[in-house]
Nanobody, 117 residues
Framework: QVRLVESGGGLVQAGGSLRLSCAAS??????????MGWYRRAPGKQRELVAA???????NYADSVKGRFTISRDNAKNTVYLQMNSLKPEDTAVYYC?????????WGQGTQVTVSS
């Protein structure tokens, strides 16, 4: 089973930027063969998918982050990124990456993003 380790979160002021990383390991298949996604869980809310990157095809974003977030991958590093710009306080959440679909319900430890107003 693929293992995912998220990093790059932190505290940032509104309007700032962060880049999250998700390092994948443990699979004989590289992430270039997998659809990958970034989810987030805000306090008191359900986990939501904010960005999806198919193995082939176009990326998809939640309306709340469209135009501000960009998902990408580096196949050589087996790493998926989430570039987050123009951050808002409502982006505060724990961010997780996952293989799509997440049929094994596997989640990494996540990385905390806190946006201050």
């Amino acid at each position: 089973q693929v293992r995912l380790v998220e990093s790059g979160g932190g505290l940032v002021q509104a309007g700032g930027s962060l880049r999250l990383s998700c390092a994948a390991s443990g699979s004989i298949f590289g992430i270039n063969t997998m659809a990958m996604g970034w989810y987030r869980r805000a306090p008191g809310k359900q986990r939501e998918l904010v960005a999806a990157l198919p193995s082939r095809g176009l990326t998809n974003y939640a309306d709340s982050v469209k135009g501000r977030f960009t998902i990408s991958r580096d196949n050589a590093k087996n790493t998926v990124y989430l570039q987050m710009n123009s951050l808002k306080p409502e982006d505060t959440a724990v961010y997780y990456c996952a293989v799509l679909p997440n049929i094994n319900n596997y989640w990494g430890q996540g990385t905390q993003v806190t946006v201050s107003s």
